[in-house]
Each structure stands twice: as C-alpha cells, then as structure tokens.
C-alpha cells in the first residue's frame, strides 16, 4: 500500500514571488501557461473577444503561433514600444478597469468560482502588476501582465476593442458567438 509523506512548502517573500524574470536576450517571451487563455467573453456593449467560427479562430491561431510570436522573440518590450502603437502598458484607470472585468467574466465562466474566490483568483492574476497590450500587424491584440521580459498572458482581444479604432472596428462583433474552448466543433472525417 502507497504511504503519502506530508510536506509542506515554505511560503515565499513577495519580493522573491515577483522578482524580474528575464532571459538572457531580453528578448519577449509569451507564457501560455494560464489555463484560460483561449476563453472568451461578452461585456454588453463594451467588449467581446469571442469569434466567428472555428475557421476564424484557426486563423488568429495561425497567425498567433505561425509568425506573432517570432516576431516578439525578436524585440524587447522597450523596443517594441517605441516602434509600435499599438505595443504600450495598459495604465488608464479606465481601461485597467475594463481588463479586469473582462478577466473576471472569463474566471467566472472558465473556473466556475464563487464570488469571495473569484475575488482571490482575479487578485491572484493580476495584482499589483503592469498589464500589458502587445501587437502584431495582422490585428491580434495579447493582454497579459509583465514580468521583465516576460508577458504573462490574460486573453486575447481579437477584435482590439479596449483601445478600439473607429477606422478599424466597424463589424458588428457582438454578433459572433464561438468560444475555441467552449464551443461545439463538429470535425468531417
């Protein structure tokens, strides 16, 4: 019969939890490593990040994992910054705000919390760190916080609806309803 040895792992100092991680290059590095990534939501009016179809859904992850992340691994945070718009820290109470909503929809719906554990979860993943937008051309928006030269990343805005653009938002996105983690895919073999 298996015997289980008790053990109990000593809690570490704050400034060791959220010391700098940085990689030799200093280049970005992407961590996928939340289980809620891919999750999407609705925000009446204000946000949604949900998709089309599948298809659409295939197309992002192709462009996410096929050239975006490259891309990042070429460039600091610094440097993609001062050459992208759209690469900058999420400071604006206002949209700060907004992030943490749509973070706690997407908890809510993914991790099937309570309230006084959503309210852990959510402080959990965010807490006092620097939230972050990082950019690729063909539109995709990664939210995430930063820890040195790594983006921990929240969710995707597909659709760039936190700084939305009236040039380049004119689909109407609340109509799209699929959820690569949630949804119904139907496969033809």
Known sequence: MPRFIET????????????????ENGKIMIDFSNPFVFNTCKIK???????KNYNNFFEFKRVIFGQALKYFSDYTFEELKKSDDHTHDISQKD???LVKIILKEILKDSLNLN??????ALDNHLGNEDIWQVAY???VRLIGTRNGSVLKLLFIDYHHLIF??????????????????TSDVKYKT
Do not use: V
């Open 8 to 23: 109990t792992i000593p809690k570490r100092e704050a400034s060791e939890r959220y010391s700098p991680i940085t990689y």
């Open 115 to 120: 309230s006084k554990d959503l309210e852990k």
């Open 95 to 97: 949209k700060r705000d």
């Open 137 to 139: 051309k063909q539109g």
């Open 164 to 181: 939305p653009s009236p040039k380049h938002n004119d689909k109407d996105y609340y109509k799209y309803s699929f959820c690569p983690m």
């Open 45 to 51: 009016s204000r946000f949604i990040n949900r998709l």
